[in-house]
């Protein structure tokens, strides 16, 4: 009789040895479990709950005791820490990511405003912050104690300078501009932490999977929200801006994840996560009428529209 058991984790079947064909696999049932057209439309609906009830989404409780290094999936643990670092540099100055975003919302959409970067005083100084901020401020630290719990050494972030607000005689179109910066972002994110589920198994993929459901959760917001607000984009040049938006973001990634160290079968792996998460937003927002986005944005608490 044939006793196999497959071993079972959050990406499906678990393999230690994985092919491009077995991470493929993966790859698709997190797609299927994270990504369905349906859990993408409960989060962008999810969003004028939220305008009038801020409430971050709750994490289960985390035995980081148990992170090893055997959770790793085929990665060497030196490019893998490479990758942490990467991401948590990336994901560390929050604060300045929210007030430069608030700050292009607010003369287009107060609301929004408020739920990205909170609000402030006449001197700027923080009243009270925004729902994105307090979701994307736990996600530095939990990469952190994954780095240390694998090296027993203190992770150190190098901070860097988010871009400041630089506004135009156009706010519309800086609005335009810096939101397709975020999402494509907020996208990268999503694909980066889908392939690492796929690579790692145990605590490791399901801290990554928290900081990936919250990835999806403000990539689905940010993008229907930006599907209501711009039907049209605001100029015959924007959709190339767009795509550049794009292959800078995804140029900057490469850089601080340290892209030379990768074997190329996880450059491979990575870019076919990129291009099936995009196929699938690409599909869904495809799906949505402008009767839906108004049925869900247009409320009496969402009036500031253009
Ligand atoms: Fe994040
Ligand atoms: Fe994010």
Same mark, same amino acid.
């Given at each position: 009789?044939?006793?196999?058991?497959?071993?079972?984790? %959050?990406?499906?079947?678990?393999?230690?040895? !994985? +092919? $491009?064909?077995?991470?493929?696999? #993966?790859?698709?049932?997190?797609?299927?479990?994270?990504?369905?057209?349906?859990?993408?439309?409960?989060? %962008?609906?999810?969003?004028?709950?939220?305008?009038?009830?801020?409430?971050?989404?709750?994490?289960?409780?985390?035995?980081?005791?148990?992170?090893?290094?055997?959770?790793?999936?085929?990665?060497?643990?030196?490019? $893998?820490?490479?990758? %942490?670092?990467?991401?948590?540099?990336?994901?560390? !100055?929050?604060?300045?990511?929210?007030? +430069?975003?608030?700050?292009?919302?607010?003369?287009?959409?107060?609301?929004?405003? #408020?739920?990205?970067?909170? +609000?402030?005083?006449?001197?700027?100084?923080?009243?009270?912050?925004?729902?994105?901020?307090?979701?994307?401020?736990?996600?530095? !630290?939990?990469?952190?104690?994954?780095?240390?719990?694998?090296?027993?050494?203190?992770? =150190?972030? =190098?901070? #860097?300078?988010?871009?400041?607000?630089?506004?135009?005689?156009?706010?519309?179109?800086?609005?335009?501009?810096?939101?397709?910066?975020?999402?494509?972002?907020?996208?990268?994110?999503?694909? %980066?932490?889908?392939?690492?589920?796929?690579?790692?198994?145990?605590?490791?993929?399901?801290?990554?999977?928290?900081?990936?459901?919250?990835?999806? =959760?403000? /990539?689905? @917001?940010?993008?229907? $929200?930006?599907?209501?607000?711009?039907?049209?984009?605001?100029?015959? @040049?924007? #959709? /190339?801006?767009?795509?550049?938006?794009?292959?800078?973001? /995804?140029?900057?990634?490469?850089?601080?994840?340290?892209?030379?160290?990768?074997?190329?079968?996880?450059?491979?792996?990575?870019?076919?996560? $990129?291009?099936?998460?995009?196929?699938?937003?690409?599909?869904?927002?495809?799906?949505?009428?402008?009767?839906?986005?108004?049925?869900?944005?247009?409320?009496?608490?969402?009036?500031? @529209? @253009?």
């Amino acid at each position: 009789m044939n006793s196999y058991r497959p071993i079972m984790d %959050l990406a499906g079947e678990v393999c230690f040895k !994985p +092919t $491009f064909w077995q991470i493929k696999a #993966r790859v698709n049932h997190l797609i299927t479990k994270y990504l369905s057209y349906q859990i993408i439309c409960d989060r %962008l609906e999810d969003l004028p709950v939220q305008f009038n009830n801020p409430q971050p989404r709750s994490w289960p409780s985390i035995d980081w005791s148990t992170i090893t290094s055997e959770q790793i999936i085929g990665i060497e643990l030196e490019v $893998f820490l490479k990758i %942490l670092q990467g991401t948590f540099d990336t994901e560390a !100055p929050i604060r300045g990511y929210t007030q +430069t975003s608030r700050q292009y919302l607010e003369p287009i959409h107060p609301t929004m405003a #408020r739920f990205v970067g909170g +609000t402030v005083d006449e001197q700027d100084k923080m009243l009270e912050l925004g729902l994105w901020e307090k979701e994307e401020r736990r996600h530095a !630290p939990a990469l952190m104690k994954i780095y240390q719990q694998l090296t027993r050494q203190k992770a =150190n972030p =190098n901070l #860097r300078k988010p871009k400041i607000y630089q506004p135009s005689a156009n706010p519309q179109l800086d609005l335009y501009h810096h939101g397709l910066h975020r999402i494509a972002t907020e996208y990268s994110a999503v694909c %980066l932490y889908l392939w690492l589920m796929s690579r790692t198994t145990g605590t490791i993929q399901q801290v990554i999977g928290e900081l990936l459901e919250d990835e999806i =959760n403000h /990539m689905s @917001k940010f993008w229907g $929200f930006g599907q209501w607000l711009y039907p049209i984009p605001p100029k015959s @040049k924007s #959709r /190339m801006r767009g795509l550049k938006h794009l292959a800078t973001t /995804m140029n900057r990634m490469t850089r601080v994840l340290h892209w030379d160290s990768w074997a190329m079968t996880h450059k491979i792996e990575l870019i076919y996560s $990129f291009s099936f998460v995009f196929k699938q937003m690409q599909g869904w927002s495809n799906c949505l009428t402008r009767d839906y986005l108004q049925s869900i944005f247009a409320s009496p608490s969402i009036s500031e @529209k @253009k």
